[in-house]
């Protein structure tokens, strides 16, 4: 069997079983097998990741410039909960960013935190992945009503208030612009966001009550050099009667004789929207598409209670310990201290203890001096705010990982350096497509991981139990592998591969080696190959884009002799043996299977007909001592066919729904089986003896065009291996489970083959390697 690779660098995520794939060699530069799989889902640059442990499982947070927070579990690259985002503006609908991630562990729960760019932290539950509270910065502790009451301004301008006895709510005002004192009573200041004049609101901060009525302004006049505004209220003169006519300055309402005056002989101006009316007296005016201004008594108290909401990053103070404060999203709703108090409870990985404090017992809880505030996201997160391209030092974790510390580099790699000389251990992490943005580390089945993140919207892991690189390199095709089969040569087990550079060269399996010359000059790329020996020669035939047969002599380093199959085009090459002597098996696109004798180079027999389409795959196996030959086709049906008379044996197999792109055949527990892979995406597995399926179709194949071959697994039970991009995957034929670890290369995976001892030759780009199990 062989088959072309069409598919494109594909990263999949995969899970990691302990057993592992190893480079037992490796023609060029040798695969960095430090690499383990990418995470993929963010549509954009992923700016930061972080790590956590939820149930004993190893995690990954991460933050994107889609405005997404996705949460993974490592082993399986899966994401455990649906992505969320941070606030959405509700004037221009747009999602507010994510600047940067980091993990802790809250009262024995482990959760993610998130700063976003409208300076809000958020905190997630990383078991439910459902919000955990915001971050708010005390404003004031203080009494109203007789009840000792926190004040607190979350990031997008809502003033809390709540009971510090209670830890409950009692009050809250969005878009609070100030505090200040009117008539003895402390109030809160509104500006709305939405509205265009801005209008502004003013609340009793004990009651909730709002004392303001705003009311529309009609004219602004000037007369003898003040500013007059007429609102759109009754004019009268009775008892409780609104003034229409207010003086901007003072915010007192003009004599009667003034207003007349005004309106008949002042000179109108623009500019002035709404006005803001407490107990009869004008306190504040919307402007056009300006800030609102205040007047008269809350003008200068407003200026000196002003709410900043970009300074909502501060944290506070309880008994010298410095403290933040959550508004709760969770269950109660309630309000939480938390102490982040540096008391030595930092983990390996970066994830940070804190503890919440009971309200009820707190003492006063004071916010920071202004010149000695802390900034919230850097005491919870111990990074600076974003990440960029700013040098990030992430501690190792577990064995071979508390030794060293990754670094992103100013070049956008990442630098795996001794921890106590600063010099690099082995080369950089490379591998990422755009430059890596964050990093971060943890364990994972005893290994220490690292994370990744990268611009090309991908989060890459990497296992850094071994931190050097694999051996010298060696020099090889200059072009795609294309094909590989596999031989023996003078007692010597080889790979065989071609290459679009037009060569095809022989390797020996143990040493790596090239043991003959390349056989150079081939005209066309091979698209299938097979070794056959004949005469004691062990001779390389190839098939291309049309219906020749080429027989290469690889010792003698040239063509042996070519021949025309007349079936249009060979899709597929196998070997088998009839009566003693070895011969070809091809597969047509005429829809035809054909049989030959190399040694003649003739048709055996007539050729096999009963597919309906184009024959894509073939491969031979015994079945009660008879040589078959197995096909797949187009016409989505695998067929079965005794090469002793040319006829097929039983019915088609059917069960898939598309193409058979690729057909192997394998001993399942000592019965002969084929192994089939389709268009649908699915792979099927069939007793030859039976002609019945086995189990159901194994699924989670995402490219159906890659490379396939089958080899052995644990135990001997065997393994279909498949190159899905840059990957190499394989699935435990017996259980349709993953088997081993998926593998990842530098280039797209174009070519496989199996070889002795459960080992695979890949062709990736224009190198060639060899992968054996870890425990070999």
Not at 9 to 32: K, S
Not at 591 to 611: F, K, S
């Amino acid at each position: 069997m062989s088959e072309t690779s069409a598919g494109t660098p594909d990263d999949v995520n995969a899970p990691l079983p302990d057993q592992r794939w190893t480079v037992q060699w490796a023609d060029g530069p040798v695969p960095d097998h430090r690499r383990l799989r990418s995470l993929t889902g963010h549509s954009a640059p992923v700016r930061s990741v972080a790590t956590a442990v939820v149930d004993g499982r190893a995690v990954v947070v991460s933050g994107g410039r889609d405005n997404t927070v996705r949460f993974w579990d490592l082993a399986t690259g899966e994401q455990l909960h649906a992505p969320v985002t941070g606030r959405t503006d509700p004037v221009s609908s747009m999602t507010t960013g994510v600047l940067s991630v980091a993990t802790a562990e809250a009262d024995g729960r482990p959760v993610a935190l998130t700063l976003h760019e409208d300076d809000s932290v958020l905190a997630w539950d990383l078991a439910t992945g459902r919000a955990a509270g915001e971050f708010v910065r005390l404003v004031e502790s203080t009494v109203l009503e007789g009840r000792r009451v926190l004040l607190t301004l979350g990031a997008e301008g809502t003033l809390g208030v709540w009971d510090l006895l209670t830890g409950s709510r009692v009050g809250a005002f969005p878009s609070a612009a100030g505090l200040a004192v009117l008539e003895g009573r402390r109030v809160v200041l509104t500006v709305d966001d939405i509205a265009v004049d801005r209008t502004v609101r003013v609340w009793d901060l004990g009651t909730g009550e709002q004392l303001a009525r705003s009311v529309e302004v009609e004219r602004t006049l000037t007369l003898d050099g003040r500013v007059l505004a007429v609102t759109a209220g009754e004019a009268g003169t009775g008892a409780g009667a609104e003034p229409r006519l207010w003086d901007l300055a003072t915010g007192e309402p003009a004599p009667t004789p003034a207003a007349a005056a005004a309106l008949s002989q002042g000179t109108e101006v623009g500019g002035v929207s709404t006005a803001t009316v407490v107990h009869g007296r004008l306190v504040a005016v919307g402007l056009d598409g300006e800030e609102p201004r205040f007047i008269g008594p809350l003008a200068l108290a407003r200026q000196n209670g002003a709410l900043v909401r970009h300074r909502a990053r501060e944290t506070a103070l309880l008994d010298g310990r410095t403290v933040a404060l959550t508004a709760g999203a969770d269950e109660d709703g309630r309000l939480r201290i938390w102490d982040l108090a540096d008391d030595g409870q930092q983990r390996v990985t970066g994830i940070r203890v804190i503890r919440s404090v009971g309200a009820g017992e707190a003492a006063p809880v004071l916010p920071h001096e202004p010149e000695q505030a802390g900034d919230l996201w850097q005491r919870l997160s111990g990074r600076a705010t974003g990440t960029g391209s700013a040098p990030v030092a992430v501690g190792g974790a577990g064995s071979g990982g508390d030794r060293i510390a990754l670094t992103v580099e100013a070049d956008g790699t990442v630098a795996v350096r001794d921890r106590a000389t600063g010099r690099p251990v082995g080369p950089p992490l490379t591998g990422h497509t755009g430059k890596v943005q964050d990093v971060a580390t943890t364990a994972l089945a005893g290994r220490p991981v690292a994370v990744t993140a990268g611009a090309d919207h991908t989060i890459r892991t990497w296992d850094l139990t071994h931190v050097q690189g694999d051996g010298p390199p060696r020099s090889g095709h200059t072009g795609t592998v294309c094909a590989i089969t596999t031989g023996v040569l003078d007692g010597t087990p080889v790979a065989v591969t071609a290459g679009a550079d037009h060569t095809v060269r022989v390797w020996d399996l143990v040493a790596g080696q090239q043991v003959t010359a390349p056989v150079t000059g081939l005209e066309g790329q091979v698209t299938a190959m097979v070794t056959v020996v004949v005469d004691g020669r062990l001779l390389v035939v190839t098939a291309g884009s049309g219906d020749a047969l080429r027989l290469l002599d690889p010792v003698g380093g040239h063509p042996d002799e070519s021949g025309t199959t007349g079936q249009g085009r060979v899709l597929a090459l196998a070997t088998a043996t009839l009566t003693g002597r070895p011969v070809l098996v091809t597969a047509g696109a005429d829809r035809t299977v054909a049989v030959w004798d190399p040694a003649t180079r003739r048709a055996v027999c007539e050729p096999l007909t009963g597919h309906s389409s184009r024959v894509t795959s073939v491969a031979t196996a015994e079945l009660a001592g008879r040589p078959v030959a197995v096909t797949g086709s187009w016409d989505k049906t695998v067929r079965v066919w005794d090469l002793a008379d040319g006829r097929q044996i039983g019915e088609p197999l059917t069960g898939h729904t598309d193409w058979v792109t690729s057909v192997a055949t394998v001993l399942v527990d000592g019965r002969p089986a084929a192994v089939s892979r389709s268009r649908d995406k699915t792979v099927c597995l069939w007793d030859l003896a039976t002609m019945r399926q086995i189990g159901g179709a194994r699924t989670g194949h995402t490219d159906p065009n890659g490379p396939m071959a089958v080899t052995g697994g644990a135990a001997g039970l065997p393994v279909v291996a498949v190159g899905q991009g840059q990957t190499v995957r394989c699935w435990d034929l017996a259980t349709g489970h993953e088997a081993r670890n998926e593998y990842v290369l530098p280039l797209a995976v174009g070519a496989l083959g199996a070889a002795p001892g459960g080992r695979l030759v890949v062709g990736f780009g224009p190198e060639v390697a060899l992968l054996r199990p870890a425990a070999d």
